[in-house]
């Protein structure tokens, strides 16, 4: 029997979208969701909700508001000090990202702001932007290293990381992302970088606790397929799965290494190949779109996302929020442009920014509205699930609940 007091939260009159399944938006109206300990005890018609449920601590109604799993963002760079306005402005002026990239700015720029920035300096600038992806419903975000590219800017970064989870009581999925861009001091050098990387840098991350997955920049003006391996292989042999920015300037076969090594997701994936798509899809790896990068970059091949769909491979959409090539803080704003720019549905780009975001970091307890996983709900001032893709902005968002507590 199911005592009075075993529920805390419960949710009446909400539309839900509760994604249950593998297509379509598992739309019920007059539902209802009762959760107990953090996760979700019931999700379905309110006519069968248990009767104790509405004695929960907290009873909501939603007054017919759509209720979706809040938001996972999944692949984001959120912690940086500076920024690339002038960047932004010599882009505009016709030079290109690699250009400025290997005339010593781009990635090379961040790193030198974010070594001067302190430990509380960068939590502070990361907090705003962080706070903005959740008035867009996010609860799980995704933030990598690599902006540091020295031992101790590097352990800063992801302790920094790990702090905003704590600030803000959402979850921080951490990604140790040293392979990001060659650093002065390693200059043609670049084997010796990716030593110092395997032989001291990943190890003293991944002892201290800080690493939840291990990520490169594998591209013709970062590094190649070969050392992103080397990173890989140390990665597996620590415990910890891999991810990849693959194929986004060029097809050097990123999304098939990453899909060797059991990685958790191929990110970008504008040039992946059939054979890449294949391995990904033998292996269970993620595709993350990203259409900020995409939009900013002005770029023009699309991610093949009708072979995606073909081989069953899962698309998740991510901001990508970076000072460089994706300055956006709205995950809705990316779900929309992944339908815009790459033909998703919304019901994809939603799928993409729910179960399938939580597969791409190896979350398996969230990114749907059904019993047993957790209780990150989303209620959105919105009648139908395609306005989330369908406003660019605007305050659509009602309520966060997190672990089932409502934090905003
Ligand atoms: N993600 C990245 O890490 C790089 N591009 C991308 O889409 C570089 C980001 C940067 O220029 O700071
Ligand atoms: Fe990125």
Request: glycine share 10%.
């Amino acid at each position: 029997m199911t005592s009075a007091a075993a529920f805390d939260l419960c949710l009446i009159n909400a539309r839900l979208a509760t994604l249950e399944g593998e297509s379509g938006y598992g739309l019920l109206e007059d539902g209802a969701v009762a959760c107990r300990g953090g996760r979700i005890a019931f999700a379905g018609l309110r006519s069968a909700l248990p009767d104790a449920a509405l004695t929960a601590h907290n009873v909501l109604d939603c007054g017919g508001a759509l209720v979706t799993p809040a938001l996972i963002d999944c692949h984001t760079h959120l912690v940086f000090g500076g920024d690339r306005a002038g960047e932004f402005e010599q882009r505009l002026n016709g030079a290109s990202y690699e250009e400025i990239a290997r005339a010593g700015g781009g990635i090379a720029s961040s790193m030198r702001a974010t070594r001067a920035a302190s430990e509380d300096d960068l939590l502070a600038l990361a907090l705003p932007r962080a706070r903005a992806l959740m008035r867009d419903g996010v609860a799980t975000l995704e933030i990598k290293s690599g902006y540091g590219l020295d031992h101790d800017s590097e352990l800063r970064m992801l302790r920094v990381a790990r702090r905003l989870g704590q600030v803000l009581g959402i979850t921080v999925k951490t990604t140790f992302l040293a392979a990001h861009a060659l650093p002065p001091e390693y200059a043609g050098r670049a084997d010796d970088y990716i030593a110092f990387i395997c032989d001291e840098l990943l190890p003293a991350a991944a002892a201290q606790g800080l690493v939840d997955a291990v990520d490169a920049f594998c591209e013709r003006i970062a590094f190649s397929p070969k050392q992103t391996a080397r990173v890989f292989s140390t990665a597996r042999a620590l415990g910890l799965p891999v991810k990849l920015h693959a194929d986004q300037l060029g097809d050097s076969g990123g999304a098939a290494l990453v899909a060797r090594f059991d990685g958790l997701s191929a990110d970008h994936v504008e040039y992946t190949s059939e054979d890449g798509v294949r391995a990904m899809a033998n292996r269970g790896t993620v595709a993350v779109l990203l259409p900020g990068a995409f939009l900013c970059l002005r770029e023009t091949r699309q991610p093949p996302v009708d072979r995606f769909r073909v081989h069953g491979v899962p698309m998740a959409v991510a901001t990508d929020a970076n000072p460089g090539t994706s300055p956006l803080l709205s995950l809705r704003l990316a779900m929309a442009l992944a339908c815009i720019q790459f033909r998703l549905t919304p019901e994809e780009a939603l799928r993409g920014a729910t179960c399938h975001a939580a597969r791409a970091l190896g979350l398996p307890d969230r990114g749907r509205i059904v019993p047993g996983l957790r209780a990150d709900l989303a209620l959105w001032n919105v009648g139908q699930p395609a306005e989330l893709c369908y406003w660019l902005g605007g305050d659509l968002l009602q309520k966060l609940i997190v672990s089932g507590r409502c934090i905003g």
